[in-house]
């Protein structure tokens, strides 16, 4: 059974970083990519990041570009996502998904992703 858990969010500071992180289990490692999405209160589910089956290819909205960061690694079986200069509308729960693609495929539309974690939220100190 394909399993996602989501770690790592909690309350910080404007400007402060925290490191999220998404252990997977349940499905073949190498064919899936990445993505992960938040959600605010009151907002659409938004595509954050992704980064594709072999890690080559990454992609990032412009609200995150340059302060966000995608990983993943094999040998633990987890994906990153790094965050810094976290400011207010960064607030939201954040979700992991994987999707199944071609090797340079790099999906952040929710429609699209196989399975999907339970969340982890991120708070901003106000």
């Known amino acids: 059974q394909a399993q996602l858990v989501e770690s790592g969010g909690g309350l910080v500071r404007p400007g402060g970083s925290l490191q999220l992180r998404c252990r997977v289990s349940g499905f073949t490692w190498d064919y899936y990519g990445f993505a992960w999405f938040r959600q605010a209160p009151g907002k659409e589910r938004e595509g954050v990041a992704c980064?594709?089956?072999?890690?080559?290819?990454?992609r990032y909205a412009d609200s995150v570009q340059g302060r966000f960061s995608i990983a993943r690694d094999r040998a633990t079986s987890q994906a990153f996502l790094q965050m810094n200069g976290l400011t207010a509308e960064d607030v939201g729960t954040y979700y992991c998904?994987?999707?199944?693609?071609?090797?340079?495929?790099?999906?952040?539309?929710?429609?699209?992703?196989?399975?999907w974690g339970k969340g982890t939220l991120v708070t901003i100190f106000s």
């Open positions: 980064i594709s089956r072999t890690g080559s290819v990454t």
């Open positions: 998904a994987a999707f199944e693609g071609s090797r340079a495929s790099c999906q952040t539309t929710p429609v699209a992703m196989n399975y």
